[in-house]
Structures are given as C-alpha cells and as structure tokens.
C-alpha cells in the first residue's frame, strides 16, 4: 500500500475564520484508491495566541485529532472526498479550510497470458491485457516484467515481451507490475516451468553421387526423452526429400545431382521442445573438392604451372596425359585464344571429380593508371599498374616536376601510396619508368596524384 505525503502551500482557500491572524492551512493532491495519504497541518497562527487543537473531518467516515494524520479512502473507491481542516487557539479562535481530494481507481488487467510450461533456449512469450484502454484514468501506460531470473535482471516494459531462460526450473514466478497514467498501479503473477530440450546434432559419409548417403542422428536428449525427428533434404529432384523417424532414428538418402544441399534435422521431445542442426552436404563425383591452381593467362614464350588444389586424391589425370599432381604447359596458341586444360581425379572411395582451367594468351602491353587518390578512404590509395602478376618483377621509378626522385621500388607490388621518406607528397603532377626486363616490356608516362 502506497503512503503519500500531504505537505503544506501557501494557498489560502475558501473557510471561515474568527480570528484575524489565524489561517488554517493544508494540502490535498490526488491519490489512487488503496494509498494511505498523510495529512499536515502548517495553518498560520498569532504566536501571542498559539493554535491549541487541530482537527480533521473526512467527509463523515472519519475524523482524527492531530496535526499530523493518515487517512486512507479505499473503502470508497474512486471519486472526489471533502476534507475539512479546522484549528482553534487558546483563547478559543478557531478558522476551517476545505479542499477536495481526488482519488483514482487503480488499473486492472484483463487477462495475464503466462504459459505454464517452457523450453530452455527458446523465447517464452508473456502478455498482460489492459481491461480499461480507453479509461484516460485507469489506462496502463507503463509495465514492468520480472522474469524471476536470478542471472538475468533483465525487465520488460511493455504489454508484451519475450523472454529467454538459460537453465531449467520446476517453479518461476514472472510478476508484473502496471501503471496507470495517474500513477497508480497493480501486480499480477504467474508461474511456469522451464526444461531443457534436446540438441539436434547429426553426421554423413562421403556424399558420392549415385551411392546412398549415410546420416547418423547424434542428437542429444533434455530434460526427456524424444519423441521423432523430421529429416528435410533440399533435394526436391529426388522423390524423396522428407523423412521422419522416431526417436533417435538413422536415414540415408541418394542426392540426384551434384551440389550443395543445406539437409536439416529438427527433433522434438515429449515435452514439445525443438531443436534444429542445419548442415551442408557437398555432392560431387568425388568426396573432396577440386580446382585448379595457376593464372589463367600468359604472355608469348611464357609457361604456366597448373596444380591440384588437393594433394590426397587416389591419381591425377591430365588432358595431356600427365599422372602428377601439377604441370608446366606451354599451350600453342595465338594471342586472343584460349586453350582448356581438364584434370580428373579419384579419391579413395572411388568417386571421381573433374576441374578445367581456360588459358588465354595476351599481349605483354604494360598498363599503369595514371590516376589515384591516396586519402585513405579504402579506394584508389595506390597505384597500380595492370595485370602486374603476369610480369617476373618490375623496377618502377617515380620523379616529381623537378626531376628528384620520390620513389624507387624493384618487384612493384601495385603499394606506392604517394609518399616520400614517409610522408605525404602533395597533390600534383609526377612522372613514372617502369622496366619488366624479363618480359621486355618497359614504359613511361605521368600520374596525377589528388587526395
């Protein structure tokens, strides 16, 4: 039950008085219905003729003596009271002050939706429905969840909130508290009880098109037992995409293409708690996968060296008739065409893979931007030269407008960001010799530099 103190104004009301120094005097504000409210007398007095007695009349339910007293209306509920101060002084002076006290009816729920059972992990949903929304007197206009989590001080402050617990419980109290927008309130309660729920885990074999793949239920119970589990396969060419199994059950399933398939695995219990594994299973004429190292073009006269990406395959088999896990080709081509080169592989399950690379010959012509803006922003900070990979090393000078050299690099790596000894060039034209000796390709030109 809420106390409220009822403290002195100096506000002089309607009230009659005898005595020409002496003023009686108190405040009334608004209470809600189950509040105690203190009463103050701080009335005005002649000190030649002090205030001898003081006494309280609630509108015929109770009276009280004193200067100070407690009075509370929740006998009447709601409404507007009369309350009536009146003090006498010694020489038998006596004065009244009347005010009005407003009391407003406390809010009230509707209904309080707790669900008496839950899963740990899961989001539990609670809501409170307030009966009066149109009553601007009794409408709630705040809530105050405590989802009596010891671990978790967590509140929610709305008419609906969701809720997750991190351990199992037989008995929880949520409480919560609602305030009306005269500031009155109330409290409901309810109790639930939280289980853990079981986790969902599964494992396969090598997934090889056109063999049955194995999957293994290695789910985990809870609090109790499962009751069945749903396998979804994202295979919808196969004709067989969803199974069910009871318990802890063991499937197996064909893929009827090669890919990758996000297979789930959601297994519930007798309590009605879910769990749910994703996982994705990669198909291929081969368990492992497969591509091909190596730069996809070349200049004239120049070899490539094309590598398996996975040194554990069973044999290797090249278009050219090579059994190695890399090859240096030298394809005969012409500038412009392209040339395929296809290695299959098997692995120890006998599935097979195959990858191709596509070579293309170009022309050895050096390509330098001349253009960049090292300012840091992540996008054009260095300069770069094109397709430097192709070239064995360049040696790149570059002069500024008088002719000092600013910056020297041998192997270029495409990171010059427009500094010299450390700092910051200023914006402005510079002048750039790049030499790839190896590939006979040299060149010469201007970069602006702006930031």
Request: hydrophobic fraction near 35%; charged fraction near 15%; glycine fraction near 8%.
């Amino acid at each position: 039950m809420r106390k409220t103190l009822i403290s002195l104004a100096l506000f002089i009301g309607m009230g009659t008085s005898s005595f020409a120094q002496l003023d009686a005097l108190f405040f009334a504000p608004s209470g809600c219905e189950t509040d105690t409210l203190e009463f103050i007398s701080n009335s005005f007095e002649d000190l030649s003729d002090p205030i001898d007695s003081v006494f309280w009349d609630f509108g015929g339910v109770t009276d009280s003596i004193g200067t100070t007293t407690m009075h509370s209306f929740a006998d009447l509920g709601s409404g507007a009271y009369l309350v009536t101060l009146t003090v006498k002084t010694e020489s038998g002076a006596t004065d009244s002050k009347s005010l009005f006290v407003t009391i407003y009816d406390n809010p009230v729920l509707e209904s309080l939706d707790i669900p008496s059972s839950g899963c740990v992990g899961d989001p539990i949903t609670f809501t409170a429905v307030d009966s009066f929304p149109d009553n601007a007197n009794r409408r709630i206009a705040d809530y105050v969840w405590n989802y009596d989590d010891p671990d978790d001080p967590t509140v929610g402050r709305a008419s609906q909130v969701s809720f997750t617990y991190d351990i199992q419980s037989s008995f929880i109290t949520v409480t919560v508290t609602y305030t009306s927008e005269k500031g009155c309130s109330g409290q409901s309660t309810g109790n639930l009880t939280v289980v853990n729920g079981p986790t969902a885990s599964f494992t396969n074999n090598i997934a090889c098109l056109g063999n049955p793949t194995e999957f293994v239920n290695t789910s985990t119970v809870g609090t109790l037992p499962l009751d069945y589990s749903m396998w979804y396969f994202s295979d919808p060419l196969s004709g067989n995409n969803d199974t069910m199994t009871i318990g802890t059950g063991d499937v197996s399933h064909t893929y009827s293409n090669v890919g990758d398939y996000g297979d789930t695995l959601i297994i519930y219990d007798t309590f009605g708690c879910i769990d749910t594994a994703i996982q994705t299973v990669e198909v291929a004429s081969s368990a492992r996968v497969l591509t091909i190292i190596g730069n996809n073009t070349f200049f004239d006269g120049n070899s490539v060296l094309l590598e398996a990406s996975n040194s554990e395959f069973e044999s290797y088999e090249w278009s050219t008739g090579a059994t190695t896990i890399g090859i240096k080709v030298t394809p005969e081509i012409e500038v412009g065409e392209d040339s395929t080169y296809t290695l299959t592989v098997e692995d120890n399950s006998g599935c097979f893979l195959e990858a191709s690379i596509v070579l293309s010959k170009i022309e050895p012509i050096l390509v330098a931007k001349n253009l960049f803006t090292p300012n840091g922003d992540g996008k054009n900070d260095t300069w770069i030269i094109d397709d430097l990979s192709n070239y064995s090393s360049c040696t790149v000078q570059i002069y500024n407008r008088w002719g000092v050299l600013v910056y020297s690099a041998e192997g270029y790596a495409n990171d010059w960001q427009g500094t010299y000894q450390g700092n910051a060039l200023p914006e402005g034209v510079y002048f750039y010799s790049v030499d790839c000796s190896e590939e006979g390709v040299s060149g010469t030109g201007s970069i602006t530099l702006l930031r």
